[in-house]
């Protein structure tokens, strides 16, 4: 069954329109647009600004209930990126399969009511605590995916190939034994998942070679030929790029610019600490850098370069990585700050064409988002799925401001959230604010945080 969705005013590719109605097919794919449209016939009006749904390019599901409980100072003091990981590492063997659902499934209710529609699961809480495989090799992978279905939200699983513990073929961590695989492994969780995702055009599928310290050239090598999305941490770390130097020779970004066919189909998560030249490059190779912002200041990563980076024409987008922050307003707060704090200066994301960082921002994270996740979202066009985010133009964060203005005034005023109504692949999932199960999702959510914490 067809839907047609009546917009008082949408943001379109080709800038702000007035009273846009939007149709959909059944199966969740915009077939029309079009402005000025009279309102007879429509079967949802939204009177706020309608937005495209944001994808959100980097997840670890999991870390969502860790969220708030690793910031107490460990006892070796001089806390960093290292220590949370042992936190991490020691967190995550409590999880069974049905909390690994359970919190996926709260992740996304949260997501979808700030606006993300589409998500990215870097998928590497494969096994059993021991390391043993499950029964069903992809029993992980199956409770994310069943996750997404019950929320609605988008969903591009990117299972995760996870063998050593360093540069290259440093032993592994104890820690990370539920994560690792041999190739062979990886790539019978890799054909499970595609098995589950099949046609559903909600969903796709990608690969995550984790990072330099994971995996081997080798094994780049064997699965560099993938038709999707390959995503891959790089960078996050000045550690990470000493060790890399002192490994090969090259700083991370270099090396995957140097060994690994980085086009279009490449996502390079954090990429904080790249030097001009990797800057340049990574611009020029058409990749996508994967910034998470709040986690990365959780962290404490550092900064991206993102003037430069803009300057050479790179693409970028946002992901809520360990979901310190669940909101693309807060990403997006995040990037543009923590700019203009290094570097004493404001509105650092515009140009002459668009003074409004909001849109700057938001136009930037679209392209990237989609490009990443591999699915036909991030605009409302025909051909496009019919993900849309209403802004309440009466909340008061937004009262009184529309267009680009209005942008600005969601992401850089108040904390509450303005979003009123989302829906994704034609199917509303937020009312008035709330995911339409929010309410159970929470209970269950509730349920396994008292198991894990006990």
């Known amino acids: 069954m067809s839907k047609t969705f009546l917009a008082s005013a949408a943001l379109l590719p080709q800038g702000w329109a007035r009273d846009v109605l ?26 706020g600004a309608v937005v495209p749904g944001v994808p959100n390019l980097h997840s670890h599901a999991f870390q969502r209930a860790m969220a708030g409980g690793a910031e107490r100072r460990s006892p070796m003091g001089q806390d960093s990126f290292w220590t949370w990981r042992e936190t991490m590492y020691r967190f995550v063997g409590r999880f069974a399969p049905e909390d690994a659902e359970a919190v996926a499934a709260q992740l996304h209710v949260e997501l979808l009511e700030h606006g993300f529609t589409g998500l990215c699961e870097f998928h590497y809480l494969h096994h ?11 029993e992980m992978a ?29 032993a592994p961590h104890d820690g990370q034994r539920r994560f690792l695989n041999d190739l062979d492994g990886f790539l019978a969780i890799v054909e499970a998942t595609r098995a589950a995702i099949g046609a559903d055009p909600q969903m796709a599928l990608g690969l995550a070679p984790h990072s330099l310290r994971a995996v081997t050239p080798e094994m780049l090598r064997a699965i560099q030929d993938f038709a999707g999305p390959i995503h891959i941490h790089a960078a996050e770390q000045p550690k990470e790029v000493a060790e890399c130097l002192a490994a090969t020779g090259a700083r991370p970004v270099q090396w995957l610019l140097d060994h690994a066919p980085l086009d279009a189909r490449w996502v390079l998560i954090h990429a904080t600490h790249m030097d001009a030249g990797e800057i340049s490059g990574l611009a020029r190779s058409g990749a996508v850098a994967g910034l998470c912002p709040t986690t990365e200041a959780s962290l404490g990563d550092g900064i991206f370069a993102l003037p430069a980076y803009l300057a050479a024409g790179g693409r970028f987008g946002i992901g809520t990585d360990s979901h310190v922050g669940t909101a693309p307003r807060e990403e997006l707060r995040q990037i543009e700050t923590s700019q203009r704090l290094r570097d004493n200066s404001r509105s650092v994301a515009t140009a002459d064409q668009n003074p409004h960082p909001g849109r700057t ?26 993900d849309l985010v209403e802004l ?26 303005p979003v009123r109504t989302v829906i994704v692949g034609g199917r509303v999932v937020v009312e008035a604010g709330r995911h339409i199960d929010a309410m159970t999702i929470r209970d269950q959510f509730g349920a396994a945080m008292r198991r894990l914490l006990a």
Not at 147 to 169: C, D, Q, W
Not at 361 to 386: H, N
Not at 398 to 405: M, T, V
């Open 22 to 47: 939007i149709e959909a097919d059944a199966a969740g794919f915009i077939t029309a647009v079009t402005p000025d449209a009279a309102p007879l016939g429509a079967t949802r009006r939204l009177s």
């Open 392 to 417: 309440d133009a009466q909340h008061p964060t937004l009262l009184g401001r529309d267009g680009d203005a209005l942008l600005d005034a969601w992401v850089f005023s108040g904390q509450s959230n």
């Open 142 to 170: 199956l409770r994310n995916i069943a996750a997404a279905r019950r929320t609605g939200i988008g969903l591009t699983m990117l299972p995760s190939l996870y063998r050593h513990g360093g540069i290259f073929g440093v």
């Open 128 to 138: 059993q605590p021991d390391g043993t495989p499950y029964a069903d090799r992809a």
């Open 361 to 386: 921002l938001l136009d930037a994270v679209l392209v990237g988002g989609a490009q990443a996740s591999g699915r036909p979202i991030g605009a409302l066009a025909p051909g496009m799925r019919a």
